[in-house]
C-alpha cells in the first residue's frame, strides 16, 4: 500500500492509502474542516526525517530533552530559550534556533 503525503491548510499529514481518493478519505475523515492543498504520493513505503538535516548529528546527549529543559527554564520565552540552550550547548546561533523551535511546535 503506497504512503502518501497530504498538505491540508492546517495539517501535514502521512498516512498509507490505496490510492489518492483513499487518502483523501482519510484527510477527510479526521479533518473535515481542513481543505486539501497538496496530496503526494511517496516514492517509496517509508516516511524518513533526516537528523543531519536538521543538524543533530554530532550531539552526545538528546537535543530534544535539552531543549525543552530550556524552554521549561525560560517558562516558554523562545528567545531565552535559545539562549540557554547555546550557552548549555555550544551550539550556533541556527542549531539552537532549530532545535528549540522544533521542540516548541511538540507542545511548548
Not at 497538496?38 to 538535516?53: C, E, F, G, H, N
Request: overall charge negative.
Amino acid at each position: 500500500m503506497p504512503l502518501f503525503e497530504v498538505e491540508t491548510d492546517a495539517h501535514i499529514i502521512i498516512t498509507w492509502a490505496a490510492d489518492d481518493a483513499a487518502a483523501e478519505g482519510v484527510v477527510a475523515e479526521a479533518y473535515p474542516s481542513d481543505s486539501i492543498k497538496r496530496l503526494t504520493k511517496r516514492p517509496r513505503d517509508t516516511w524518513v526525517i533526516s537528523k543531519a538535516a536538521l543538524g543533530l548529528t554530532d550531539t552526545d546527549a538528546d537535543p530534544c530533552i535539552q531543549a525543552r529543559n530550556c524552554l521549561s527554564k525560560a517558562a516558554g520565552d523562545k528567545v531565552h530559550a535559545i539562549r540557554l540552550y547555546m550557552q548549555e550547548t555550544g551550539t550556533d546561533l541556527n542549531d539552537a534556533k532549530k532545535a528549540i523551535e522544533s521542540n516548541m511546535v511538540m507542545g511548548w
